[in-house]
């Protein structure tokens, strides 16, 4: 522990009291967030901005208040309200944790970053998160926006994302005794607002006379990034069978992997080849003559691009498929991943014209 604040830590603190971003999930100066809407936005917020979070924070404290509420929902109600931030294993994780804080912690959250770290979907940034802006701890709590702060402040020119360990050494460097949760966001709203990624705003920032790469007039060109690979495309089939009640085949995926436990139009394996016909006749969920919609899905994932060809049919009496049939006018409540709801317009659309 450091005994005195460091002129960095303090001149950091004064500028987020003058300046600090109104969010949703913060609380008014002075007083002490809660850990409930601190999670929930951390978890929310991981791979995602905030301006898109902003309204879903809102949507799910309406509905669920607090970890018990959370906890008492269940699991397709909580995914179809992520519907739409991605990923969604966080909701699952997000589902879990709370059920395992209500049944094991009697509703509290840890104080601890280590004790947070062993809880379902919360990692190292998350866990210091927590620690830091709920619980007031000294971790270090380092974003995308630190980074490139510290990458700057101290004119750090490896590329990302080798330069990880020494921009958080660099961060750990500098972590005040004195109001830690208040500085891990005042530095992040520094990055976000000040020391922003294109033309940093060095003349309004508390730091600019001590910054290595203010006084170099190299600020715009860190943090350096390795080239990055180009992501590769996969391919696949999708079958919508629509019966004459109007009733469409939905499927639940596979618990693991890509939209684990989510519901999906039936679709084939997305691979980096084109599935040949007798490919798509196996995957069909069922044995009829498909035909095959003008035009493609496209969705982009982290690491792939996908396509998908539309193949639809119209049947009249189905024997036993695996899935459930959901009304077609139902779809939009139905808690389908954003790839999918996508497939769903993309069907409708071509049965309109
Ligand atoms: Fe970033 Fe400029 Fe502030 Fe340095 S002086 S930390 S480059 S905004």
Redesign the pocket.
């Known amino acids: 522990m450091k005994k005195q604040t460091p002129p960095f830590s303090a001149a950091v603190l004064a500028w987020y009291d003058a300046h600090a971003r109104s969010m949703p999930w913060r609380a008014a100066q002075g007083a002490r967030p809660d850990p409930y809407a601190v999670w929930l936005s951390e978890i929310m917020l991981q791979q995602t901005t905030v301006v898109v979070v902003g309204p879903y924070f809102e949507k799910f404290l309406a509905a669920w208040p607090n970890v018990e509420a959370l906890a008492a929902a269940s699991l397709d109600d909580v995914l179809r309200a992520w519907a739409g931030l991605g990923y969604y294993s966080r909701a699952r994780n997000l589902k879990a944790c709370a059920d395992l804080i209500v049944a094991e912690l009697g509703g509290k959250f840890p104080e601890e970053e280590e004790a947070l770290r062993a809880l379902p979907g919360i990692g190292p940034y998350t866990s210091a998160a927590i620690a830091s802006i709920a619980f007031d701890r000294q971790a270090n709590v380092v974003d995308g926006n630190v980074e490139?702060?510290m990458a700057?402040?101290f004119a750090v020119r490896t590329p990302l994302p080798t330069a990880k360990p020494e921009l958080r050494a660099r961060a750990f460097e500098l972590l005040p005794a004195t109001r830690p949760g208040d500085y891990a966001q005042g530095l992040m709203d520094?990055?976000a607002t000040?020391?922003?990624p294109r033309n940093?705003?060095?003349s309004?920032?508390?730091?600019?006379s001590s910054?290595?790469?203010?006084a170099q007039g190299i600020?715009a060109e860190?943090p350096m990034r390795a080239p990055k690979a180009a992501k590769p495309l996969r391919r696949g089939a999708v079958f919508w069978v629509q019966r004459d009640d109007g009733a469409v085949l939905l499927r639940r995926r596979p618990a693991r992997g890509l939209l684990g436990g989510m519901m999906e139009v039936p679709t084939g394996p997305w691979g980096e080849e084109a599935l040949t016909t007798q490919d798509k006749r196996a995957h069909a969920p069922l044995d009829l003559e498909w035909e095959l919609l003008p035009g493609s899905v496209r969705h982009t994932f982290t690491h792939f691009h996908l396509e998908l060809e539309v193949y639809a049919v119209r049947a009249g009496r189905v024997g036993a498929v695996e899935g459930e049939w959901v009304e077609v006018s139902r779809l939009e409540d139905t808690a389908l991943p954003s790839v999918m709801k996508k497939v769903v317009r993309h069907v409708l659309a071509g049965l309109d014209s």
């Open positions: 490139r702060v700057r402040y520094l990055g000040v020391c922003t940093p705003k060095c309004a920032c508390p730091v600019a910054c290595l790469a203010a600020a860190l």
